[in-house]
């Protein structure tokens, strides 16, 4: 049993610096992890490469003239690897930035010529704002890079570390910030390519990264199994679960990284690890909710349950707002009664403002998505004591439910149907505890300011929605091992408020953002007032001017700021990756 440890990491780190023509892949056998771990990189002259690329663009020597001596550790000591300082200092003052963005692109040409796309070509078109949710994420990569394996990966990270040129990663592309997954210069690696479900008898599914939420679902559902995954089928694999990932079976589990067997990672030297309970453990738990700020992960090895019986789920539409003061006391009822005496259950309540084609004036609707995971013994599946009376308050509602017993995954591809590409959208939340005069206030401080100011908007859309994170889904992290969310001492139920709104006119960017910007600043206010404010923000729907790493603590911040040190000693993803959710406190670039 061969495994890599922190010191052998860190002596290959710096060997894999000082080689200007890497050495063959090398394989050792871990039993831990099906197959061979794959521990270099193909024969490849990356120095050729980049001479070749330089001169084509007549700029010869700019980047391997400059390239810095080699700096790495000795054995026991903390790793350095390739000094930049050289290098970096030459980018502030030259206009080197464009250069090196030019020399990443054709190097990543010469050597993937089928894989990558530069601007005005066909597959940089169809490749690059294709990948994004939201129309306020497009941007104009030098390059785009489309790897369909890991090698792939590992081989364009040494080019794009050697040239210190910007980079972002794409995974499904679900998020509404720019620049959070694009790259205005540089290359854009884009993950759709890594395709691949393969399930493991032994208990978990090795998945790509390149997937998506509802075609891992399908691959389970035909197995009779589930994981802890996206509760939207559109939604990718990858981002969600770096920043923790909430699912329908959360409330029994744990977040989606709760639920992780192992990670695969390139890091930003080219080195392909495997971070899991028994090798680089640091690693492990610091991708558990710490996102992108590691490294590139390829491949999710994530654990499955059986699925016998299929789940109980469905969508419930509430169109009648005398509903709602009664809605809101059975979410709150759920929250702090039913979702702890049912952790099999899960519910998302959601209340909506949407103006239909054909209508004049828009209309509000509670839309809430019901789910319960059925157990090998029951003979009449339903909702359960738990959802029950969110289910009968309306007799309407619940005949023109889609409630009923499916497989697993069809949970997630009902309600990724409704989702919309290519509008302008906005995603934001922050937490606070339970309190149902608090849900009705807050909900009464989104209704009476957004929706008169915005509601007639062209395209809009507006949604608030409440969801639980309870003491028992807490729990099962930590009986995991622990993730990075700082939630571990938690106390009490609280509840994710999200905010989510969509919109077709690039016009109503300032307009709309203002008045959200507005609503969350009151919100917060008031739940401070109150003493139930929570100062975690969930990351996957935080806004970019949160700090959601911030509020996982002082001692999970510790933890991936040395997590971060050892495996990326450069900073090449805190310096080079425009954009995203950093580490707070880690040295300026």
Same mark, same amino acid.
């Given at each position: 049993?061969?495994?890599?440890?922190?010191?052998?990491? #860190?002596?290959?780190? @710096?060997?894999?610096?000082?080689?200007?023509?890497?050495?063959?892949?090398?394989?050792?056998?871990?039993?831990?992890?099906?197959?061979?771990?794959?521990?270099?990189?193909? +024969?490849?002259?990356?120095?050729?490469?980049?001479?070749?690329?330089?001169?084509?663009?007549?700029?010869?020597?700019?980047?391997?003239?400059?390239?810095?001596?080699?700096?790495?550790?000795?054995?026991?000591?903390?790793?350095?690897?390739?000094?930049?300082?050289?290098?970096?200092?030459?980018?502030?003052?030259?206009?080197?930035? %464009?250069?090196?963005?030019?020399?990443?692109?054709?190097?990543?040409?010469?050597?993937?010529?089928?894989?990558?796309?530069?601007?005005?070509? +066909?597959?940089?078109?169809?490749?690059?704002?294709?990948?994004?949710? +939201?129309?306020?994420?497009?941007?104009?990569?030098?390059?785009?890079?489309?790897?369909?394996?890991?090698?792939?990966?590992?081989?364009?990270?040494?080019?794009?570390?050697?040239?210190?040129?910007?980079?972002? *990663?794409?995974?499904?592309?679900?998020?509404?910030?720019?620049?959070? &997954?694009?790259?205005?210069?540089?290359?854009?690696?884009?993950?759709?390519?890594?395709? #691949?479900?393969?399930?493991?008898?032994?208990?978990?599914?090795?998945?790509?990264? %390149?997937?998506?939420?509802?075609? *891992?679902?399908?691959?389970?559902?035909?197995?009779?199994?589930?994981?802890?995954?996206?509760?939207?089928?559109?939604? #990718?694999?990858? @981002?969600?679960?770096?920043?923790? %990932?909430?699912?329908?079976?959360?409330?029994?589990?744990?977040?989606?990284?709760?639920?992780?067997?192992?990670?695969?990672?390139?890091?930003?030297? %080219?080195?392909?690890?495997?971070?899991?309970?028994? &090798?680089?453990?640091?690693?492990?738990?610091?991708?558990?909710?710490?996102?992108?700020?590691?490294?590139?992960? =390829?491949?999710?090895?994530?654990?499955?349950?059986?699925?016998?019986? @299929?789940?109980?789920?469905?969508?419930?539409?509430?169109?009648?707002?005398?509903?709602?003061?009664?809605?809101?006391?059975?979410?709150?009822?759920?929250?702090?009664?039913?979702?702890?005496?049912?952790?099999?259950?899960?519910?998302? =309540?959601?209340?909506?403002? *949407?103006? /239909?084609?054909?209508?004049?004036?828009?209309?509000?609707? @509670?839309?809430?998505?019901?789910?319960?995971?059925?157990?090998? +013994?029951?003979?009449?599946?339903?909702?359960?004591?738990?959802?029950?009376?969110?289910?009968? $308050?309306?007799?309407?509602?619940?005949?023109?439910?889609? $409630?009923?017993?499916?497989?697993?995954?069809?949970?997630?591809?009902?309600?990724?149907?409704?989702?919309?590409?290519?509008?302008?959208?906005?995603?934001?939340?922050?937490?606070?505890?339970?309190?149902?005069?608090?849900?009705?206030?807050?909900?009464?401080?989104?209704?009476?300011?957004?929706?008169?100011?915005?509601?007639?908007?062209?395209?809009?859309?507006?949604?608030?929605?409440?969801?639980?994170?309870?003491?028992?889904?807490?729990? !099962?992290?930590?009986?995991?091992?622990?993730?990075?969310?700082?939630?571990?001492?938690?106390?009490?139920?609280?509840?994710?408020?999200? /905010?989510?709104?969509?919109? !077709?006119?690039?016009?109503?960017?300032?307009?709309?953002? $203002?008045?959200?910007?507005?609503?969350?600043?009151?919100?917060?206010?008031?739940?401070?007032?109150?003493?139930?404010?929570?100062?975690?923000?969930? $990351?996957?729907?935080?806004?970019?001017?949160?700090?959601?790493? #911030?509020?996982?603590?002082?001692?999970?911040?510790?933890?991936?700021?040395?997590?971060?040190?050892?495996?990326?000693?450069?900073?090449?993803?805190?310096?080079?990756?425009?954009?995203?959710?950093?580490?707070?406190?880690?040295?300026?670039?």
């Amino acid at each position: 049993m061969v495994r890599l440890s922190t010191i052998a990491l #860190g002596l290959l780190y @710096g060997l894999s610096n000082t080689l200007g023509v890497v050495a063959d892949t090398t394989t050792f056998t871990d039993p831990v992890i099906d197959g061979a771990i794959a521990v270099g990189f193909p +024969s490849v002259n990356i120095t050729a490469i980049l001479t070749e690329a330089e001169n084509e663009l007549g700029v010869n020597g700019t980047i391997t003239n400059n390239l810095p001596d080699e700096s790495y550790g000795t054995p026991g000591t903390t790793v350095t690897a390739r000094d930049l300082e050289k290098l970096q200092e030459l980018r502030k003052r030259t206009s080197l930035r %464009g250069i090196c963005g030019a020399v990443a692109c054709l190097s990543l040409k010469i050597l993937f010529p089928s894989k990558t796309a530069t601007a005005g070509t +066909s597959n940089y078109a169809a490749w690059n704002n294709p990948s994004f949710w +939201s129309a306020t994420t497009y941007m104009t990569p030098t390059c785009v890079f489309r790897p369909t394996s890991v090698e792939d990966i590992s081989l364009a990270m040494r080019l794009i570390t050697f040239t210190q040129t910007d980079f972002n *990663v794409v995974g499904g592309g679900h998020s509404a910030i720019k620049g959070w &997954a694009n790259t205005e210069d540089g290359v854009l690696i884009i993950l759709s390519g890594l395709k #691949g479900v393969n399930i493991n008898v032994r208990g978990w599914a090795e998945v790509s990264v %390149g997937e998506r939420w509802g075609d *891992v679902f399908t691959a389970l559902d035909e197995r009779k199994l589930m994981a802890l995954g996206g509760r939207m089928s559109t939604v #990718g694999v990858p @981002g969600l679960v770096l920043g923790g %990932g909430i699912s329908y079976l959360t409330n029994q589990l744990g977040f989606v990284a709760d639920q992780v067997k192992n990670f695969e990672v390139v890091l930003a030297n %080219g080195w392909v690890v495997n971070a899991n309970k028994d &090798a680089n453990q640091d690693l492990f738990q610091a991708l558990k909710g710490g996102s992108s700020n590691f490294g590139i992960v =390829s491949r999710i090895d994530l654990y499955t349950w059986p699925c016998p019986k @299929g789940v109980y789920s469905g969508q419930l539409y509430f169109s009648d707002t005398k509903d709602y003061p009664k809605m809101f006391d059975l979410v709150y009822k759920y929250h702090t009664v039913g979702a702890l005496s049912d952790t099999s259950s899960h519910l998302i =309540s959601a209340f909506v403002y *949407v103006t /239909l084609p054909g209508m004049s004036t828009g209309m509000h609707m @509670g839309a809430f998505t019901a789910f319960r995971n059925i157990s090998a +013994s029951e003979t009449n599946p339903g909702p359960g004591s738990a959802l029950q009376e969110i289910v009968d $308050l309306n007799p309407t509602t619940k005949a023109s439910s889609t $409630l009923k017993v499916r497989p697993y995954g069809q949970t997630a591809i009902e309600l990724g149907a409704g989702d919309v590409t290519g509008l302008r959208q906005d995603m934001r939340d922050f937490s606070v505890y339970a309190d149902a005069q608090l849900y009705k206030d807050i909900f009464q401080i989104w209704n009476t300011t957004m929706i008169p100011k915005h509601g007639s908007k062209t395209g809009f859309m507006g949604t608030i929605a409440f969801q639980p994170i309870t003491t028992n889904a807490v729990a !099962a992290g930590v009986a995991r091992g622990g993730n990075s969310l700082g939630l571990e001492s938690n106390s009490g139920t609280m509840a994710i408020i999200n /905010l989510t709104h969509q919109w !077709a006119l690039a016009g109503d960017d300032a307009s709309i953002l $203002l008045t959200l910007d507005d609503i969350v600043l009151r919100a917060i206010a008031l739940a401070k007032a109150r003493n139930l404010y929570h100062p975690y923000f969930y $990351l996957n729907y935080a806004h970019k001017l949160n700090n959601p790493i #911030g509020s996982y603590g002082t001692a999970s911040v510790n933890r991936l700021k040395k997590a971060s040190k050892l495996y990326d000693p450069c900073g090449v993803f805190q310096c080079r990756v425009p954009g995203g959710f950093k580490i707070p406190g880690m040295s300026s670039c």
